[in-house]
């Protein structure tokens, strides 16, 4: 049986995709209001971004969103679901969140982003003897302690202790007066550092506590 012929304009068009998505997995941070927080990047389209956090967030409010390149995006919080996120931002974020991707931060000489400032007490343990010190600020994969009652030269490898937190090795990067920058020797488990600095003050004080 002869087929019948097919008109051109017979063919339905072609439906475009809606959103050209991109699926990552990159470590941020997260401001909303008077609080801050790690999170992981896990999917961008040209409208916005999927998170995962430990960090509660509100509905409906502002939120900012720093990468590892110490570029901003300026987001509202959509939704939130079992420690993940949906943010709208103010411009396309994925040439942002592509050029952030790109940028190894294995080539960073100083502190790596995202970064977090947190006071609180620590100490380092150097061929056998402790030495209290206070932690300046943190981020998965160096820390910057100060209040050191002794000098440390650049390549000294220690054990730094943040309460709450755990003990991980490191090396002395920079020492300058009473403080130094030090790097780890593998990054700190994204989990760790998330919950950690998403915790009540209880919650940290009672791990003080444990210790």
Do not use: Y
């Amino acid at each position: 049986m002869p087929q019948k012929a097919i008109a051109l304009s017979d063919v339905p068009p072609l439906k475009e995709r809606s959103e050209r998505q991109m699926t990552v997995l990159i470590n941020a941070a997260v401001i909303q209001g008077d609080r801050d927080g790690l999170c992981r990047i896990r999917n961008v389209s040209p409208t916005g971004l999927a998170v995962e956090t430990s960090m509660p967030l509100s509905v409906g409010e502002p939120a900012i969103v720093t990468l590892h390149s110490g570029l901003t995006l300026s987001c509202v919080v959509r939704w939130t679901k079992d420690g993940r996120a949906g943010m709208s931002c103010e411009v396309n974020p994925l040439d942002i969140v592509q050029n952030a991707r790109a940028a190894s931060p294995d080539d960073e000489l100083g502190p790596s982003l995202p970064r977090f400032s947190r006071s609180i007490a620590a100490q380092i343990a150097v061929l056998g003897f402790m030495h209290p010190c206070k932690m300046d600020s943190i981020s998965t994969r160096d820390v910057i302690l100060t209040s050191l009652p002794t000098r440390f030269e650049a390549g000294q490898f220690m054990s730094v202790g943040v309460r709450g937190l755990g003990e991980f090795p490191a090396t002395v990067r920079v020492s300058e007066g009473d403080g130094i920058f030090a790097s780890f020797a593998a990054p700190i488990p994204f989990a760790a550092l998330d919950g950690w600095l998403t915790a009540e003050p209880w919650q940290l004080k009672r791990s003080i506590a444990a210790r």
